[in-house]
């Protein structure tokens, strides 16, 4: 312990709250073993994270409490309350566990000091309160116990609640794919005979020869056929049927819905009309359907797995399976992984906007844990927004941070409850909505291990969580390899 052999008269330390109901004999072992200390203006009076040896109660001048975050000091209290404490506050912590100063202290303006060393205080307090001291003990180990299994069980939650929506998301193409592989079946089948009945000798060689090339012109309209509008649909599938009909095809009208999606029109089935004789115009231009159909059901395939095979690769993203844990990523991606983890999870009535500066570089970070505080936010501001609104997902550059910003339109959190947010099992929502660690868990992944900045500002109709990631990264914890060859 710093500071001099000067020693606080017993009278004066008896007005000191802390130490005003003890007994002759323990205000004698506090006198005996305290000392004065005197700072000066602007000097540490201990710095977060050391060892905590000493334990202060203020006497005189102004000091400020601090945290660091993101490499700042940030004040959270500043007090000149004779008699308030700091320091070695947790004697409850034993010999196995090294206690440290949980946040800084800075005098404002030169102050004075009683100091007790750590371990005066943890005896002192050990052997006169024994059972709050084993209280306190059972307290901090148990609250640690809590939320490391709550905070766990939070985290399955989520990931049930996120792999229901992506089963239901795999379902709906992978069942498109089977069905469309189901039709395209029949249609290849119907092709074969049609084909059968055109060529079985009627037609030379050169009528023939031009109908395979309007089969190939068929196929490039159908692959490249334009989105229309519900009335000009209408218009063009009204025109194909009156032409099929004037031209004796059988139910022309079933037929031309799949004319019209293809990309087909009136001109394109004069030119069939000219390449094969009226007897062979049906088999043709019902050949050209299945044709057709045919290529718009492989379209159909073809969208169906790019969607399982970018939601596979969005799970992937999202879960981190198969790569290090600290690693140089593009935000951007988990970004994208998180939002369509969340497909169905998203109401008809909200809107998400996009809103990223595709210029930012590529940083490192331990991306798993990076994807729960996205899921977090996420998960919060849909819930804030309810049926109808709008959640912004946005990023920026701030000097030397990535900036990710999550918004919603939702009605905003109070005022009077604002600051607690960050507290572990402190939430909002009601019994059995939320555990209340979904934002502490943030904090600390945010803070604590990326030495980046969370923070919120809220009014009604608009609640935004501003996330800060030094773009230079966390340095990597042991065993956690840093490398973008796994991605």
């Given at each position: 312990?710093t500071?001099?052999?000067?020693?606080?008269?017993?009278?004066?330390?008896?007005?000191l709250f802390?130490?005003?109901?003890?007994?002759?004999?323990?205000?004698?072992?506090?006198?005996?073993?305290?000392?004065?200390?005197?700072?000066?203006?602007?000097?540490?009076?201990?710095v977060?994270?050391?060892?905590?040896?000493?334990f202060f109660?203020?006497?005189?001048?102004?000091?400020?409490?601090?945290?660091?975050?993101?490499?700042?000091?940030v004040?959270i209290?500043?007090?000149?309350?004779?008699?308030?404490?700091a320091?070695?506050?947790?004697?409850?912590?034993?010999?196995?566990?090294?206690?440290?100063?949980?946040n800084g202290m800075?005098?404002?303006?030169d102050?004075?000091?009683f100091?007790?060393?750590?371990?005066?205080?943890?005896?002192a307090?050990?052997?006169?309160?024994?059972?709050?001291?084993h209280?306190l003990?059972?307290?901090f180990?148990?609250?640690?116990?809590?939320?490391t299994?709550?905070?766990?069980?939070?985290?399955?939650?989520a990931?049930?609640?996120?792999?229901?929506?992506?089963?239901?998301?795999?379902?709906?193409p992978?069942?498109?794919a089977?069905?469309?592989?189901?039709?395209?079946?029949?249609?290849?089948?119907?092709m074969?005979?049609?084909?059968?009945?055109?060529?079985?000798?009627?037609?030379?060689?050169?009528r023939?020869?031009?109908?395979?090339?309007?089969?190939?012109?068929?196929?490039?309209k159908a692959a490249?056929?334009?989105?229309?509008?519900?009335?000009?649909?209408?218009?063009?599938?009204?025109?194909?049927?009156?032409?099929?009909?004037?031209?004796?095809?059988?139910a022309?009208?079933?037929?031309?819905?799949?004319?019209?999606?293809?990309g087909i029109?009136?001109?394109?089935?004069?030119?069939?009309?000219?390449?094969?004789?009226?007897?062979?115009?049906?088999?043709?231009?019902?050949?050209?359907t299945?044709t057709?159909?045919?290529?718009?059901?492989l379209g159909?395939?073809?969208?169906?797995?790019?969607?399982?095979?970018?939601?596979v690769?969005?799970?992937k993203q999202y879960?981190?399976l198969?790569?290090?844990?600290h690693?140089?990523?593009?935000?951007?991606?988990?970004?994208?992984?998180?939002?369509?983890?969340?497909n169905?999870?998203?109401?008809?009535?909200v809107?998400?906007?996009?809103?990223y500066?595709?210029?930012?570089?590529?940083?490192?970070?331990?991306a798993?844990?990076?994807?729960?505080?996205?899921?977090?936010?996420?998960?919060?501001?849909?819930?804030?927004?309810?049926?109808?609104?709008?959640?912004?997902?946005?990023?920026a550059?701030?000097?030397?941070s990535?900036?990710?910003?999550?918004?919603?339109?939702?009605?905003?959190?109070?005022?009077?409850?604002?600051?607690?947010?960050?507290?572990p099992?402190?939430?909002?929502k009601p019994?059995?909505?939320?555990?209340?660690?979904?934002l502490?868990?943030?904090?600390r992944i945010?803070?604590n291990k990326h030495?980046?900045?969370?923070?919120?500002?809220?009014e009604?109709?608009?609640?935004?969580?501003r996330?800060c990631l030094?773009?230079?990264?966390?340095?990597?914890?042991?065993?956690?390899?840093?490398?973008?060859?796994l991605?």
């Amino acid at each position: 312990m710093t500071g001099s052999d000067e020693r606080l008269a017993i009278e004066e330390l008896r007005t000191l709250f802390l130490f005003e109901s003890l007994d002759a004999q323990k205000l004698d072992y506090i006198h005996e073993h305290g000392r004065i200390q005197r700072l000066p203006a602007g000097a540490d009076v201990y710095v977060e994270g050391a060892e905590a040896n000493c334990f202060f109660v203020l006497l005189h001048g102004t000091v400020s409490l601090t945290r660091l975050v993101q490499g700042d000091r940030v004040e959270i209290i500043r007090t000149e309350q004779r008699g308030a404490y700091a320091g070695a506050t947790q004697p409850y912590l034993n010999e196995q566990r090294v206690q440290t100063y949980p946040n800084g202290m800075r005098t404002i303006s030169d102050a004075t000091f009683f100091v007790l060393p750590a371990e005066v205080i943890s005896t002192a307090m050990r052997q006169w309160f024994p059972m709050a001291m084993h209280l306190l003990d059972g307290l901090f180990l148990g609250m640690r116990t809590t939320q490391t299994v709550v905070g766990e069980r939070e985290r399955l939650l989520a990931l049930g609640s996120l792999s229901a929506g992506l089963t239901h998301e795999l379902n709906n193409p992978a069942a498109a794919a089977v069905r469309a592989t189901s039709v395209l079946r029949d249609r290849v089948a119907g092709m074969r005979h049609k084909l059968a009945m055109i060529a079985d000798g009627r037609l030379d060689g050169a009528r023939l020869q031009r109908l395979v090339e309007l089969q190939e012109a068929a196929v490039k309209k159908a692959a490249s056929a334009p989105a229309l509008s519900p009335l000009e649909t209408s218009d063009a599938e009204d025109a194909l049927a009156d032409w099929l009909d004037e031209h004796d095809v059988t139910a022309g009208w079933d037929l031309a819905p799949t004319l019209t999606a293809g990309g087909i029109d009136v001109d394109w089935l004069e030119q069939v009309s000219t390449a094969v004789r009226q007897d062979d115009l049906e088999p043709a231009v019902r050949w050209l359907t299945y044709t057709v159909e045919t290529e718009l059901l492989l379209g159909e395939i073809d969208d169906a797995l790019s969607r399982i095979t970018g939601l596979v690769g969005a799970a992937k993203q999202y879960s981190q399976l198969d790569r290090a844990p600290h690693r140089t990523v593009d935000v951007h991606d988990l970004l994208d992984a998180t939002l369509a983890m969340f497909n169905t999870k998203i109401k008809p009535g909200v809107r998400v906007v996009r809103e990223y500066d595709r210029s930012l570089p590529a940083i490192p970070v331990y991306a798993a844990e990076l994807n729960q505080v996205w899921t977090n936010l996420v998960d919060n501001a849909l819930y804030a927004i309810g049926e109808e609104g709008t959640l912004t997902v946005r990023t920026a550059r701030d000097a030397d941070s990535l900036v990710v910003e999550v918004v919603d339109t939702g009605p905003g959190i109070p005022a009077d409850v604002r600051s607690r947010i960050f507290e572990p099992f402190f939430t909002t929502k009601p019994i059995g909505d939320g555990t209340g660690l979904g934002l502490d868990i943030s904090y600390r992944i945010v803070v604590n291990k990326h030495h980046g900045d969370i923070r919120v500002e809220s009014e009604p109709g608009r609640t935004s969580f501003r996330v800060c990631l030094p773009i230079a990264g966390p340095e990597p914890e042991p065993g956690a390899v840093d490398t973008a060859a796994l991605s």
